[in-house]
């Protein structure tokens, strides 16, 4: 019973940790205006020049889960057809681990 409990506590701190490793690259690639480029149309918290065509980026994690975050930033025409973001998965634009890494980021928002 402690193995198991001690293996889940050990998991549980790897996944944080991981997931906090991830919110950081995924903060550099939000804010780096030749690859994410979030800043471009959104305002972030702790970014420069933020623009104003897209929504004020925070309190994501209650309005979206994961897995609709990341449809998003795949491909937010899907969703949303007049859209003027960019379809960052299906494009090409990001791979499916600069997505990832970028909600790891934007739910910490």
Same mark, same amino acid.
């Given at each position: 019973?402690?193995?198991?409990?001690?293996?889940?506590? $050990?998991?549980?701190?790897?996944?944080?940790?991981?997931?906090?490793?991830?919110?950081?690259?995924?903060?550099?690639?939000?804010?780096? +205006?030749?690859?994410?480029?979030?800043?471009?149309?959104? &305002? *972030?918290?702790?970014? !420069?020049?933020?623009? $104003?065509?897209?929504?004020?980026? &925070?309190?994501?994690?209650? +309005?979206? !889960? +994961?897995?609709?975050? *990341?449809?998003?930033?795949? !491909?937010?025409?899907? #969703?949303?057809?007049?859209?003027?973001?960019?379809?960052?998965? #299906?494009? +090409? *634009?990001?791979? &499916?681990? &600069?997505? $990832?890494?970028?909600?790891?980021?934007?739910?910490?928002?």
């Amino acid at each position: 019973m402690r193995t198991a409990l001690a293996l889940g506590l $050990s998991f549980a701190a790897s996944t944080a940790a991981h997931a906090q490793s991830g919110a950081a690259e995924g903060q550099k690639l939000a804010f780096d +205006r030749g690859k994410g480029n979030c800043l471009t149309c959104h &305002e *972030i918290k702790g970014g !420069d020049l933020p623009g $104003s065509i897209g929504p004020k980026l &925070e309190n994501l994690k209650a +309005r979206y !889960d +994961r897995a609709g975050l *990341i449809a998003i930033l795949h !491909d937010e025409t899907a #969703r949303n057809p007049l859209t003027v973001m960019p379809p960052f998965g #299906r494009n +090409r *634009i990001l791979t &499916e681990q &600069e997505i $990832s890494a970028i909600v790891d980021f934007l739910q910490t928002l």
